[in-house]
């Protein structure tokens, strides 16, 4: 049960979320928990060298979540999962094979499987919650803790294709061909989506994070009806509120950049963006509307230290400082414009984290 929780310590992230005044950027990085740590790679031999064995483990899941946080001093902790638990629970048989990506033993690709596919029992998907329940107790209110599920669409482009894609042939044939079939996918990814969501909100998550990593691959007009519009309604299902607090929902469209003012109507507190977007002309936009998350190329943290300290400072430049001046506050979290490669130097974010934390209190 998640019972009482410890206070929360830096509640800099929510605040940002909330465009309310920070005494600094709060910072966090997608995939901040992954291979590119030598701890994570020991915690991974430790549980059988798999994914899902880390994944699964509360334990293991726990720890891994809490490595990136003892190396650097993040803002934000996010659940140690994949956005992938939903469609394994819905029977799809995911597997991560050595060295490749994620694969479904049983894609969804004929009127009979899309027909059969259903909202999952969220006891399969129990590991997750005690997971997160676990992590925010070890946490010890550090710092908060985001919980997260993958878009309907993004869903559905792993569902249908099998596994990752580089043209997106099949889910987008069943797309023109079988809008029906399509819709169908949608409408059951975003009711499980909005129910994992809500349950990720119960056992402890104090904000939630939408990965809409396909979208950027739609034509407009397309992205608005297959995706946008569905990711819309997981945002309308989900429980702002939860004991006494508010939990932000960020929603993140890699490559949304053209959609921005659409992305930033449908009800999110917060957007993520990638790093093709102007953080400064976003914010001229959109930014009373909602806060802004973003957008470090990931590709940066290859250079030398300095040059990652000063790309890094750009982009809190790029957002300015974040009080108007008529004395409101608009808000910015820090995050890289995509998750965080395999191969990069981990010391290198060392000197990513400290330039921010050092250049963004100048900044008010
Ligand atoms: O950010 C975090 O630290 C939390 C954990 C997290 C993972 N995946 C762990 C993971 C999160 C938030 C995700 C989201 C996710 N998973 C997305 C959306 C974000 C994005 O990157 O666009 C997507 C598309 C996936 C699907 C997925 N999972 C792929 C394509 C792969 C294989 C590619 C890769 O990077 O290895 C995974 C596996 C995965 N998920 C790993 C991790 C740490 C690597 C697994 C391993 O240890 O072998």
Redesign the pocket.
Known sequence: MPGMWPTLINDTFLRACLRQPTTHTPIWL??????YLPEYRAT?VKAGNS?MGLATNVQYATEVTLQPLDRYALDAA???????TVPDAMGLGLS?GAGE??KFAHPVRDEAAVAALAVPDLDRLRYVFDAVTSIRHALKGRVPLIG?S?SPW?LACYMVEGG?SDDYRLVKSMLYGRPDLMHRILDVNAQAVTAYLNAQIEAGAQAVMV?D?WGGVLADGVFQRFSLEYTRRVVAGLKRSHEGQTVPVIVFT?GGGPWLDEIAAIGADVVGLDWTVNLGAARARVGSRVALQGNLDPMVLFAPPGAVAREGIAVLDSFGRPQRPDGTWDGHIFNLG??IS?HTPPEHVTALVEALHRHSRTLR
Not at 30 to 35: E, I, V, W
């Open positions: 997608m995939r901040q928990a992954g291979r991974r994914f996010i659940l140690f999962s994949d956005i992938l991560f990506g994620p997260f993958g993004t990752g990965f990593s890699k995509h998750g395999q």
